[in-house]
């Protein structure tokens, strides 16, 4: 293996890892749990739309719901059973929000459906795989869950230099990655070659951090020699957060990705180990995405682990499993401390993005009280964007939104690094979630505000053109009345007129209406001749319209 | 904190905090100090308890008056460093009030009238420094040689409290200019620099400190030791201290080797005065400097320059207190406009341009 040459990312942190102790042993299965809470979004897009009713019965790897819009991802049934209900459950969400979920009650058979694999992919055109692996529901399983399928389309506009994957795993306490590199080196280089193969990508490289040696040792020895030469697995210095998709790219290629844009704009694609090998059994076993590896973790429990784990089984079986009971001095995070969230109940399901329970004392890791800040530019040393999180902190505080935008509050990734040196205790990232959200409800008032007032527009002209109208009218029967009186015909001579007069109306109206036709321009010959028969017809129909009113005329 | 509905991540926190920090400097300045109370013996021991302690008191009074608790900012340690610089900055036998108004402007008018911690924009200390300068002359300027405590001319524990504080002791005995204002003096009056110099300046005495000069100020290498600690332990960055040190070395150098005769070299001027103890713990004054480093090179370069001019044009013998303060007032606009550069983004704020893979010929 050659020597790769590696950059620096600005800031950053060098954490204590915690993660030997969840690494002691191997990977071990969750069992089947009694009820399954699968819910319908656990990805990042348009939430999936069920397709099963309470009371069905499914089999494993049934799609429980289908993807709505491109940005979506479906929903399959983890083990066989029967659905008991379809309803707003607990689901882990930084909001605390419940959401919809299809509770499966298994039925301990676990059996599959009938599987599509597909032992050679090369048989498969980039399209078609792309296909199997929306299909299969796979998401980013590094956390933030977008459906892998739009990031391995390149698109027609771009071709890819170099596919990255991602076994940086930054955060502490997480070994989900770290155990899945160890136990199946080879199943993640398998998938690969297919994201490879769906990217037409020239290169790959597998990152990896320098504190997981056994993982980059197995991994090198699992690439085969002609392989070698196209995918280079690369050490990468342990700094919190490298495993951050801007981060790694910074620090593999020395490029930044823009502001803005996305790594395809700049010929890379990156995707987490985990998400590799989800490819790999979508795409060779016909296995869609229905389990994933858990970290089971924290220095208060006896034995962290490492668990495969169904997706849709509820915390609170995981805890039962490892005997473990949750007590009120206990804090229970899903991810890992810098980026993890509070989870509101101990019934949430582990869902595709799932990557650790984390246990914390909660004395041991409360935030001390907040005090005012004192300037000492700590968070901007340390900020991997780059920004100026004291200056995002006072306006955003102030909720001065445009001043904090002009800060490029945008640019935040949200990765706790300001907030964790911060001598003050600030809770910064909650000031810039705050601020962040704001903006966006202002953006969709602002929407809403927009369209009221087209709407309220668009009434007062319609009220003032029937106003105009009415009057048209009146004067027209007036000028008729007139007319009627002057000549001295009858009023049934003036409705006649009347009558004649709105009958000219919409033949002129018609008339014009024909006049002006659409898309008229560089029509090929056939559409001319449709076009022609079309207006034949039409000619025809108006010609027996005005046959049968002048035979009523007559009448 | 108004708006936090939620608890959110980061679930963990670096060992820091205010008290932490304001500590550690005030454990790098012990060496200095300690020296320093030695140095002027029981007089100064008393203007330093006297100074701290106001300002002590200064602040619980400020903050009960604001309406805020006392106690968590009272012991955040900012108020007491602050008393603690200004001590370090005044003539070691100054009478007890001079320390109480001292610390009362430093508190008060400079910091809490702000709205308190961080929100000053003038260094507390120096702001207390100038206005005393200015207001009381005499007794701002009465130096004297060392005379360490216990050594037999060293007033004993009842002269000192006489010393600090009743009135009309008469300091003639003992008071002795400090090297920047004796070098002032005797410029001025058109003597040379060669034959000015010889008999009281010498490095090593300027490094140990056994010299006129205020009550912290005078041990250059003490200082320097205690700044090296704040680099190590990174309270602070090194971009200041040496931006401040560095423009002021060259300047002396590049006026020096002009005319050797009126300018003297860059030594002089790192190792005298408040030069050191400046770069280290006052223009790095958390809350009043720049955040970004290239802001900081420039704010220190600015002290750096300020002081030589104050010092070798200006009226006044010594300039680190008006120069911090200059700086101090265009903190805000250079944090305005030295910006770093975001990632993704060119210094001006705009997104870098990406170059189109395909125009470039590396499509398939």
């Given at each position: 293996m050659t020597s790769q040459r590696l950059w620096h990312f600005f800031g950053g942190l060098r954490l204590a890892g915690h993660k030997a102790m969840s690494m002691k042993e191997p990977v071990k299965a969750a069992p089947i749990p009694k009820q399954l809470v699968i819910p319908v979004q656990q990805h990042i897009g348009s939430a999936a739309e069920p397709i099963v009713k309470p009371g069905e019965r499914v089999l494993k790897g049934q799609m429980l719901a289908r993807a709505t819009e491109y940005v979506s991802a479906p929903i399959h049934a983890s083990t066989s059973g029967k659905v008991v209900a379809i309803e707003e459950r607990p689901v882990p969400?930084?909001?605390g929000l419940p959401g919809l979920c299809i509770v499966l009650e298994s039925d301990g058979e676990d059996r599959w459906k009938e599987l599509q694999p597909h032992p050679d992919y090369t048989e498969l055109d980039p399209s078609a795989l792309r296909n199997v692996i929306r299909d299969a529901g796979i998401v980013g399983l590094g956390g933030a869950g977008f459906p892998s399928f739009i990031k391995l389309n390149p698109g027609p506009d771009n071709s890819v230099d170099t596919l990255i994957l991602n076994g940086a795993e930054c955060e502490p306490y997480i070994t989900c990655d770290a155990m899945l590199m160890q136990e199946h080196p080879r199943r993640i280089i398998d998938g690969l070659l297919i994201m490879k193969h769906a990217l037409r990508a020239k290169q790959c490289i597998i990152a990896i951090e320098d504190n997981k040696k056994v993982a980059h040792t197995l991994l090198v020895n699992a690439l085969h020699e002609h392989e070698a030469e196209f995918i280079k697995i690369v050490q990468i210095p342990?700094?919190?957060?490298?495993?951050?998709e801007k981060q790694l790219i910074k620090v593999l290629t020395g490029k930044e990705i823009p502001s803005h844009h996305l790594p395809i704009n700049l010929g890379i694609i990156c995707h987490n180990v985990a998400t590799a090998v989800a490819v790999a059994d979508a795409v060779e076993?016909?296995?869609?995405?229905i389990s994933r590896i858990v970290t089971f973790t924290g220095e208060l429990l006896s034995k962290p682990c490492n668990l495969e784990v169904l997706i849709g089984t509820p915390f609170s079986d995981l805890f039962d499993f490892c005997h473990y009971q949750p007590k009120e001095s206990e804090r229970i995070l899903m991810g890992g401390p810098m980026m993890g969230f509070i989870i509101p109940d101990n019934h949430i399901p582990v869902i595709k993005t799932t990557n650790c329970i984390l246990v914390q004392d909660k004395q041991k890791t409360s935030r001390p009280p907040a005090m005012p800040c004192i300037r000492c530019g700590r968070c901007a040393d340390v900020c991997p964007a780059r920004l100026l999180p004291q200056q995002l902190y006072w306006y955003a505080h102030a909720k001065d939104f445009d001043k904090v935008q002009d800060y490029h509050l945008f640019d935040c990734i949200e990765c706790g690094c300001c907030a964790h040196v911060c001598p003050s205790n600030i809770p910064l990232v909650q000031y810039y979630r705050f601020a962040k959200t704001e903006i966006w409800a202002q953006e969709r008032e602002k929407k809403k505000a927009d369209l009221a007032r087209r709407r309220h527009e668009f009434k007062l002209f319609r009220l003032e053109r029937k106003k105009q109208e009415d009057e048209a009218r009146k004067r027209r029967k007036k000028a008729l009345l007139q007319k009627a009186k002057d000549t001295g015909g009858t009023e049934k001579d003036s409705k006649k007129a009347e009558i004649e007069a709105a009958l000219a109306r919409v033949k002129a109206k018609r008339e014009q209406q024909s006049r002006q036709r659409k898309n008229v321009e560089n029509l090929t010959p056939q559409q001319q001749q449709t076009i022609e028969a079309v207006e034949e017809r039409r000619r025809r129909l108006r010609n027996i319209g005005t046959t049968e009113s002048t035979d009523k005329d007559s009448d | 904190m108004s708006h936090t509905p939620l608890f959110s991540a980061p679930h963990a926190h670096q060992a820091t905090s205010i008290r932490r920090t304001m500590w550690l400097v005030i454990l790098a300045l012990l060496p200095a100090t300690v020296y320093g109370l030695y140095l002027f013996g029981w007089p100064a021991l008393n203007l330093f308890v006297v100074t701290v302690a106001s300002a002590l008191l200064a602040e619980a009074f400020s903050l009960r008056l604001a309406g805020k608790a006392v106690k968590p900012f009272l012991f955040d340690g900012s108020a007491l460093l602050t008393g603690w610089l200004l001590a370090l900055t005044?003539?070691?036998?100054?009478?007890?009030w001079i320390g109480v108004v001292g610390a009362l402007l430093a508190i008060v008018i400079g910091k809490q009238v702000f709205g308190g911690i961080g929100q000053n924009l003038f260094n507390p200390a120096m702001v207390a420094r100038v206005a005393l300068l200015i207001s009381f002359p005499l007794e701002m300027t009465t130096f004297l040689t060392p005379l360490p405590m216990f050594s037999a001319n060293a007033p004993s524990f009842v002269e000192g409290l006489a010393i600090s504080f009743s009135q009309g002791i008469n300091l003639d005995a003992v008071s002795s200019a400090s090297l920047l204002g004796h070098v002032k003096t005797e410029l001025g009056q058109g003597h040379l620099l060669p034959d000015v110099l010889t008999?009281?300046?010498d490095l090593k005495t300027l490094l140990s400190g056994n010299t006129p000069g205020s009550l912290g100020e005078t041990s250059a290498l003490l200082i320097l030791v205690g700044g090296l600690l704040l680099l190590f332990l990174r309270i602070i960055s090194w971009h200041i201290p040496l931006a401040m040190l560095g423009t002021l070395a060259m300047m002396a150098t590049f006026f020096h080797w002009l005319d050797p005769a009126h300018y003297p070299d860059a030594v002089y001027h790192l190792f005298s005065g408040a030069a050191m103890l400046g770069a280290f713990f006052i223009a790095t004054d958390l809350v009043t400097s720049p955040v970004t480093a290239r802001g900081q090179l420039l704010f220190g370069a600015g002290c750096g320059l300020l002081v030589y001019i104050i010092r070798t044009w200006a009226a006044y013998p010594e300039g680190v207190a008006f120069a911090v303060l200059l700086m101090n007032a265009t903190t805000p606009l250079i944090d305005h406009y030295l910006k770093p550069r975001i990632y993704g983004r060119r210094r001006d704020g705009s997104p870098l341009q990406h170059r189109n893979r395909l125009s470039e010929g590396g499509g398939t």
């Open positions: 969400h930084p909001s342990t700094i919190y957060p490298t495993g951050g076993l016909g296995k869609p995405l | 005044l003539p070691p036998w100054a009478p007890w008999s009281v300046y």
